[in-house]
């Protein structure tokens, strides 16, 4: 639910007149979280001294209105769910509860999630199940053994094992792809498993059968910024043809130029004779799809309506 609901179309006095005379400056002052922010070189600003009260509405309001009787937050959320706690307890007399979770951070420390801006969802539409999977599959050996015990339910003396087998054969990356095989699996089911296996083998992998069995909907996904354009084959279609309906490349000498000197791909193999003309099973797949590479990083997905 999004709090500007019942946060935005509430007046600051009434806020203030009902939250702020429930919570006491002491109490707040007191949490730990607040002194650290008030003894750091930065201060803190009004706003983040208010954000505890903002927060114990929260879950006021959704005791009141759908019966939350639970939250639950990191660690670092504990002084918030605390005046929660008070707030609910001391206006409604009813008892909740609240509930911490060791915070899960990078390698750097830093900590993962939506407001730091480098958080994986479970929702398929935020992060795809190749997303997810690369994501654990790029641990470090110093996360990937707490990340094993943490997110799936493989028995410890498996994971020791995993563990041990990696000291011997790390180039193999065993408990990595253990790791966001068990996740994904779990997120997404088998099926999302095996996408993000496909993707994985398209994209790392070059595999031109992974390409030809991936769905629409898996090519938009593990390429989220590549143009999704729609083409019609014509007799005697060129790649150069083929660039420029893309608008892949700039018209005149120089789009010439960039296939020419080796710059552009059609499903991964590299086209250096712009007047090529189109073979269907090489240059188009038998799925009706041609991927089609500008440089290092510019991809184009072009799905042939008839061919």
């Known amino acids: ?149 943490l997110f799936t339910f493989l028995p410890l003396a498996e994971i020791d094992h995993t563990m041990e087998m990696h000291t011997k054969e790390p180039e193999k990356w065993g408990p990595q792809k253990r790791l966001a095989a068990e996740v994904t699996k779990l997120v997404h089911g088998q099926e999302g498993l095996e996408s993000a296996k496909r993707c994985t083998k398209a994209l790392y992998h070059n595999s031109l059968e992974s390409l030809e069995t991936m769905s629409d909907q898996e090519l ?28 892949a490349i700039p018209d005149g000498p120089r789009g010439y130029q960039m296939i020419t000197n080796g710059g552009v791909s059609i499903n991964y193999i590299r086209e250096t004779n712009a007047e090529a003309v189109l073979i269907v099973g090489q240059h188009i797949l038998k799925s009706g799809i041609s991927l089609l590479k500008i440089g290092k990083k510019n991809f184009y997905i072009i799905k042939w309506l008839q061919f």
């Open 1 to 149: 639910m999004d709090n500007t609901q019942w946060l935005g179309h509430k007046p600051l006095v009434v806020f203030l007149a009902g939250v702020g005379t429930r919570l006491r400056m002491g109490t707040l002052l007191s949490r730990q979280a607040c002194q650290a922010r008030l003894e750091s070189d930065e201060g803190m600003s009004l706003a983040e001294f208010l954000y505890p009260a903002l927060q114990a509405y929260d879950f006021l309001h959704l005791y009141q209105h759908h019966g939350c009787r639970v939250q639950l937050g990191g660690t670092d959320q504990m002084g918030n769910i605390m005046s929660g706690y008070d707030l609910v307890t001391k206006v409604t007399g009813e008892e909740v509860f609240g509930i911490t979770v060791p915070l899960i951070t990078s390698t750097t420390g830093d900590k993962l999630g939506k407001s730091a801006g480098n958080a994986v969802w479970l929702n398929r539409d935020r992060t795809s199940p190749f997303e997810l999977y690369q994501f654990f599959v790029r641990q470090q050996d110093r996360t990937v053994g707490r990340y094993l015990k």
């Open 220 to 247: 938009q996904e593990l390429f989220r910024e590549a143009p999704f354009t729609e083409l019609l084959l014509e007799p005697g279609m060129t790649v150069l043809d083929l660039c420029r309906k893309a608008k």
